[in-house]
């Protein structure tokens, strides 16, 4: 089955950076996305950054010029590399894929937390 786990969250200082990985096992046919979104407490979850099949990328405008969606075909790895983070970045981030055939997979979330 297919599975999706974040890692690399954790505790930073404001003005720090993460690197966030979502690393993906089992296949996805038609892939047409792969997205990192956020829930703050009190907070609908929220598009962060989105990356397609063809590597156009979108970011919120919260984040826009902080942060930067990749991805790595061999290691079936996304990526969220956080810079300049502020405490509003403060979330549970999690990763998904969205494949053209209707599928819709997350994971289960990694917890940033950035203190000012």
């Known amino acids: 089955q297919v599975q999706l786990v974040e890692s690399g969250g954790g505790l930073v200082q404001a003005g720090g950076s993460l690197r966030l990985s979502c690393a993906k096992s089992g296949t996805i046919l038609w892939i047409n996305h792969m997205a990192w979104y956020r829930q703050a407490p009190g907070k609908q979850r929220e598009v962060v950054a989105d990356i397609t099949s063809g590597d156009t990328t979108n970011y919120a405008d919260s984040v826009k010029g902080r942060f930067t969606i990749s991805r790595d075909n061999a290691k079936n790895t996304v990526y969220l590399q956080m810079n300049s983070l502020k405490p509003e970045d403060t979330a549970v981030y999690y990763c998904?894929?969205?494949?053209?055939?209707?599928?819709?997979?997350w994971g289960k979330g990694t917890l940033v937390t950035v203190s000012s």
């Open positions: 998904n894929v969205g494949s053209r055939l209707g599928g819709d997979y």
